[in-house]
């Protein structure tokens, strides 16, 4: 019989719910008066404009232009108290070293990479197939083996992790929540494949890995046609692509 997760934890596990992460429970909950409030950064474009420092700077360029506007809102107005990044775990030491070593014995086995990672992958996703062919399957594990390698160093994680999280999503279509998922069953298959070692290394690869994931996904609020909305880890629940999946649709 498969093993199911439990609908009230996160699939990492590690501090998180299955609908919000561990800082925005609580009194945190959303309302409909913290959902969205005021930031009175004084603008002198906006004093000129409007003849209110407080208000946003809209001018017949901004009004009509996607990323202008946005750079001009996002001073104004905070989701979810600002909130519109993941927290990256931070490591023991030596789990980063000891969850690449993980990594790297799985890499190492193409019976089991096949076996256990694509062909379960394209069971659940059907259609990731046509996307996924052999150049595409290189290019993500050599992602997870290219990052997992210097997990400890969030600027090199980022280095590597940012432009491709965005270069799958632009030119693949693979949506973020989507690359999650991937994510999430590489990590299955390395924990079956790892029968050799400890459960506590095992924990430390699902960590790291998803730290990696972290890093790599905050990149998407750095660029210009960002904004919280699109970004926050509430308005953007990567869980709720698992819900509606596990639901039975597509």
Known sequence: MRRTQSRLLDYWVFGATSRAQAYTRGDCIPRTY??????????SDAAALTGNQNN?????????????????????FKTHKGVFNFVVPVLASGEGATAYKVVLSFLDIQADIDRLFWERLFKDFPALQKPFTEAKKA??????????EVVDDEAAVTAIGGPFVLQQWQEAFITPAMQWRIAEKFADAV?????????????????????VMKISHNVISQQPWAHEQITNPITSDINSFRAWHEAGNW
Do not use: C, W
Not at 34 to 43: C, F, G, K, Q
Not at 62 to 67: E, K, N, P
Not at 139 to 148: I, P
């Open 34 to 43: 913290n959902i969205d409030h005021p930031v009175t950064a004084a603008s």
């Open 56 to 76: 946003v700077a809209y001018t017949t360029e901004t009004m009509f232009d996607g990323q202008l506007a946005v750079a001009a809102e996002v001073n104004h």
């Open 139 to 148: 290019e993500f594990l050599k992602f997870f083996q290219s990052t997992m």
């Open 191 to 211: 924990e079956i494949h790892a029968t050799s070692v400890n459960r506590y290394e095992r924990r430390a690869m699902r960590e790291a890995l998803e730290r």
